[in-house]
C-alpha cells in the first residue's frame, strides 16, 4: 500500500499511515521514520503536526470512537426496539473487523494501553459514551421485559469486551465471515438475555435485512473505506 492516504491534507495522510502500522506492528513497533519514509516528508513534519507518538495514538483512538459513537447513534435511530438496537451494535462490532479494519485493529491490539490514560482524557470520556449507549440499551430492554434482569454495568463491559479480541483471531478471508461471525455474537449475547426467543432468528440472520442496514451505517458517505 503507498502512502497516498485518505485524510484531510498531510495531517490526515500520517494519521492514516500510523494506523496501519500500528495495526500491523503494534505500538511499539512502530516508528515516525518508517511512518515519514513512506509518505516521503520529514519526522519534523509528523512532530509539527502531533508532537510526540503518543499523542498520534490519542488521535487514533479518539477519531475512532467519535466514528463509533456517531454509527451507535445511528443504529439507536434506525430500529425500534432494544432487542434490534443491541442486535445492530452486536453485528457492527463484527463488521468493523471488515470495514475500516486498520483503523478497528490498531485500536484494538493497543486497547489496553489506551486504558492507562488519564480519566479525564477525552478518549477515556469517549468510551464510557460508548458504554453508555450499552447500559442505555440493556437498561430499556429490561424495562420493557424483552431482556431479563441482569447487572447492566457488568453485561455492558462483557459485550464491549468480547468485540476487543476479535482482532486475534479474525481473518477476513478466512472460513467465517464477519457477518457470520457477527451472528454467532448475536445468537450468544442475545440467546443470553431474551424472554422470548422467537425473534433470534431473524436479528442473527447473516444475510437479514437488519445486517444489510447496519452495513449501510457503517458504509455510508464520510465513513472510512473497507481495509483488508
Known amino acids: 500500500m503507498s502512502g497516498r492516504a485518505t485524510g484531510p491534507g498531510k495531517s490526515g495522510a500520517i494519521l492514516d499511515i500510523f494506523t496501519r502500522h500500528v495495526a500491523e506492528k503494534g505500538y511499539d513497533g512502530t516508528s ?5 519514509s513512506e509518505l516521503g516528508i520529514s519526522q519534523g513534519l509528523i512532530v509539527h503536526h502531533y508532537g510526540t507518538k503518543a499523542r498520534l495514538l490519542e488521535a487514533l483512538h479518539i477519531s475512532y470512537m467519535r466514528r463509533r459513537i456517531d454509527e451507535a447513534e445511528r443504529i439507536m435511530s ?3 426496539t432494544p432487542t434490534e438496537q443491541l442486535a445492530g451494535l452486536l453485528h457492527a462490532a463484527v463488521l468493523y473487523q471488515v470495514h475500516d479494519r486498520n483503523r478497528t485493529v490498531a485500536f484494538q491490539r493497543e486497547v489496553a494501553r489506551l486504558a492507562q490514560e488519564d480519566e479525564n482524557s477525552e478518549g477515556r470520556k469517549l468510551r464510557r459514551d460508548y458504554i453508555g449507549i450499552l447500559h ?3 437498561d ?3 424495562a420493557s421485559g424483552e431482556f431479563r434482569p441482569v447487572d447492566i454495568s457488568i453485561r455492558s463491559l462483557l459485550i464491549f469486551g468480547a468485540a476487543q479480541w476479535a482482532w486475534t483471531w479474525f481473518e477476513p478471508e478466512g472460513r467465517s465471515s464477519a457477518e457470520q461471525v457477527g451472528a454467532e455474537l448475536v445468537d450468544l449475547t442475545l440467546g443470553s438475555l431474551l424472554l422470548d426467543r422467537t425473534s433470534l432468528p431473524r436479528l442473527s440472520d447473516p444475510d437479514g435485512r437488519l445486517v444489510a442496514a447496519v452495513i ?3 458504509t ?3 465513513a472510512p ?3 483488508q
Do not use: Q, R, Y
Request: aromatic share 8%; hydrophobic share 50%; charged share 15%.
Open 78 to 80: 434506525e430500529f425500534a
Open 136 to 138: 442505555g440499551v440493556l
Open 225 to 227: 473505506k473497507s481495509e
Open 216 to 218: 449501510t451505517i457503517i
Open 32 to 36: 515516525f521514520s518508517d511512518v515519514a
Open 220 to 222: 455510508a458517505p464520510g
Open 140 to 142: 430499556a430492554g429490561i
